[in-house]
């Protein structure tokens, strides 16, 4: 049965929670307070890059199950569910969540319900936020009206968000109130009829969830990343390593895979704000401090590895880049580890030339003192080497013949292991630095 939704923030979570909501045949309104989005979104351009985004949302908008607005209050009148997926960064200068935006989007919400609708609190937002979310409700709402709020984290990522949303490990809502837990159940119903886990829990439980899982994961990378720097030291290969360890069902095989170091919009903010919950309730968190630690010091490892590999200084080299996202498949460079050692290595002194299959803007605005490049080709032209960062699946495809043939020294770091070293040896390239791999005997 069709669910009345109005979704408050259409970055890369709302959009594709709202576009998904409408796939499974629920009525959705995305709402942004930011113009320029709103108006590309009506003239059918998808402001983010998410493969098969476009083509679910045009499906969607055609059919009419969904539709954008930048007027909040006449949005979300006469919805049974107002989802709010707002953003929640960490506090300048402090590791907590910055509830700004949170905090607003409710009270704007609140004051404008005409019927009983449930909030539901989609961002990532630390315990205790459910709850004084509910308080804001409480102040804000129009007399005689009713609401509830309830917790229902999302897990999804970027570069595989619609598959992750439509087809989840697990959907977790936290709620007290039965009438806003049975809308929760309708919205998910179709999802749940084909088998989906759904685990109704305590609002608290639901909040630790999503931070007790996205630091589990950035565990996990810094964890086989400090294997690599052993698997190197003693002649091993960190890719065998983790198959051998990942074949263990008590570990598992993802999030293995060892390379420049975590970031993005979620891991680095989500581990500083879990510290920062423990530490306000005096519980040591000392795996994910060291998580964090260990990442931290990975980028001069990786600097370290580019150094070396330019006969131990990159001053005046020209390096070609190629990756500025945190990750392949997005065009998001919140947190990249790209973006902070391209600034390392300008600092020392290379002339950067970087690709990315994104175009992504925003790196172009971080990054001014750098030329970007449009094609692999371009940034390639004349380097000293070339320094593979992100592990975008374009890459693969490249002909490498082709690329150390327009390099001045055909020099290889590949920090995410996407080739096979013979294959890069054999096709022109005098030297391929990757990660975790000892040197050959
Ligand atoms: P985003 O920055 O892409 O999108 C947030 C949007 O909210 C922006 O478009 C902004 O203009 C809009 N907004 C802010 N205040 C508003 C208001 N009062 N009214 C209307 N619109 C408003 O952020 P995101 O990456 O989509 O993340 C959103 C939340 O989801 C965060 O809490 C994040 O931690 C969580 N999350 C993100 C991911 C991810 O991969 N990006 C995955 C899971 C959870």
């Given at each position: 049965?069709?669910?009345?939704?109005?979704?408050v923030?259409?970055?890369?979570?709302?959009l594709?929670?709202?576009?998904?909501l409408?796939?499974?045949?629920?009525?959705?309104?995305?709402?942004?307070?930011?113009?320029?989005?709103?108006?590309?979104?009506?003239?059918?351009?998808?402001?983010?890059?998410?493969?098969?985004?476009?083509?679910?949302?045009?499906?969607?908008?055609?059919?009419?199950?969904?539709?954008?607005?930048l007027?909040?209050p006449?949005?979300?009148?006469?919805?049974?569910?107002?989802?709010?997926a707002?953003?929640?960064?960490?506090?300048?200068?402090?590791?907590?969540?910055?509830?700004?935006?949170?905090?607003?989007?409710?009270?704007?919400?609140?004051?404008?319900?005409?019927?009983?609708t449930?909030i539901?609190?989609?961002?990532?937002?630390?315990?205790?936020?459910?709850?004084?979310?509910?308080?804001?409700?409480?102040?804000?709402?129009?007399?005689?009206?009713?609401?509830?709020?309830?917790?229902?984290p999302?897990?999804?990522?970027?570069?595989?968000?619609?598959?992750?949303?439509?087809?989840?490990?697990?959907?977790?809502?936290?709620?007290?109130?039965?009438?806003?837990?049975?809308?929760?159940?309708?919205?998910?119903?179709?999802?749940?009829?084909?088998?989906?886990e759904?685990?109704?829990?305590?609002?608290?439980?639901?909040e630790?969830?999503?931070?007790?899982?996205?630091?589990?994961?950035?565990?996990?990378?810094?964890?086989?990343?400090?294997?690599?720097?052993?698997?190197?030291?003693?002649?091993?290969?960190?890719?065998?390593?983790?198959?051998?360890?990942?074949?263990?069902?008590?570990?598992?095989?993802?999030?293995?895979?060892?390379?420049?170091?975590?970031?993005?919009?979620?891991?680095?903010k989500?581990?500083?704000?879990?510290?920062?919950?423990?530490?306000?309730?005096?519980?040591?968190?000392?795996?994910v401090?060291?998580?964090?630690?260990?990442?931290?010091?990975?980028?001069?490892?990786?600097?370290?590895?580019?150094?070396?590999?330019?006969?131990?200084?990159?001053?005046?080299?020209?390096?070609a880049?190629?990756?500025?996202?945190f990750?392949?498949?997005?065009?998001?460079?919140?947190?990249s580890?790209?973006?902070?050692?391209?600034?390392a290595?300008?600092?020392?002194?290379?002339?950067?030339?970087?690709?990315?299959?994104?175009?992504?803007?925003?790196?172009?605005?971080?990054?001014?003192?750098?030329?970007?490049?449009?094609?692999?080709?371009?940034?390639?032209?004349?380097?000293?080497?070339?320094?593979?960062?992100?592990?975008?699946?374009?890459?693969?495809?490249?002909?490498?013949?082709?690329?150390?043939?327009?390099?001045?020294?055909?020099?290889?770091?590949?920090?995410?292991?996407?080739?096979d070293?013979?294959?890069?040896?054999?096709?022109?390239?005098r030297?391929?630095?990757?990660?975790?791999?000892?040197?050959?005997?």
């Open positions: 049965m069709s669910v009345r939704i109005a979704i923030g259409t970055g890369y979570v709302g594709v929670t709202g576009a998904c409408a796939e499974l045949g629920h009525d959705v309104v995305c709402i942004d307070n930011d113009k320029q989005k709103i108006e590309a979104l009506n003239s059918g351009r998808i402001p983010i890059y998410e493969p098969g985004l476009d083509e679910l949302v045009s499906r969607n908008v055609q059919r009419g199950t969904l539709r954008y607005s007027d909040l006449a949005s979300v009148r006469g919805r049974d569910a107002v989802f709010i707002v953003g929640t960064p960490s506090h300048p200068g402090t590791d907590q969540a910055d509830l700004r935006y949170v905090v607003a989007a409710t009270e704007q919400v609140a004051s404008n319900i005409d019927q009983f449930v539901v609190i989609k961002s990532t937002v630390p315990v205790g936020t459910n709850r004084l979310v509910q308080s804001i409700v409480e102040r804000c709402l129009p007399e005689g009206q009713s609401a509830a709020v309830a917790s229902n999302e897990f999804l990522r970027e570069g595989s968000a619609i598959g992750d949303f439509l087809h989840p490990d697990r959907i977790v809502f936290g709620a007290e109130n039965e009438q806003a837990m049975a809308i929760l159940q309708r919205i998910y119903a179709p999802l749940e009829q084909q088998g989906y759904v685990l109704a829990t305590e609002i608290e439980t639901a630790v969830i999503k931070y007790a899982a996205n630091a589990f994961l950035a565990v996990k990378i810094s964890y086989i990343n400090e294997i690599a720097d052993l698997c190197e030291a003693v002649g091993a290969d960190v890719d065998h390593v983790a198959t051998g360890i990942g074949l263990d069902h008590r570990i598992g095989g993802a999030f293995l895979k060892a390379g420049p170091g975590w970031g993005g919009s979620c891991f680095p989500d581990t500083r704000a879990l510290k920062a919950t423990a530490s306000e309730y005096v519980v040591p968190m000392r795996i401090d060291a998580a964090i630690e260990a990442n931290a010091r990975r980028k001069d490892v990786v600097l370290k590895k580019i150094e070396a590999a330019c006969g131990g200084s990159v001053a005046g080299k020209r390096l880049i190629f990756g500025l996202t990750k392949g498949q997005t065009d998001d460079v919140r947190e580890p790209s973006i902070d050692l391209v600034r290595l300008v600092e020392r002194g290379a002339r950067i030339h970087a690709y990315d299959p994104s175009q992504p803007a925003e790196a172009a605005r971080l990054l001014p003192h750098i030329c970007m490049c449009a094609t692999p080709v371009h940034a390639i032209k004349n380097a000293d080497a070339l320094v593979i960062l992100t592990d975008w699946k374009s890459f693969i495809d490249c002909d490498l013949r082709e690329l150390s043939d327009y390099m001045a020294d055909p020099v290889m770091v590949d920090m995410r292991n996407l080739f070293e013979q294959a890069v040896r054999g096709n022109g390239f030297h391929y630095v990757r990660v975790g791999r000892g040197a050959e005997r």
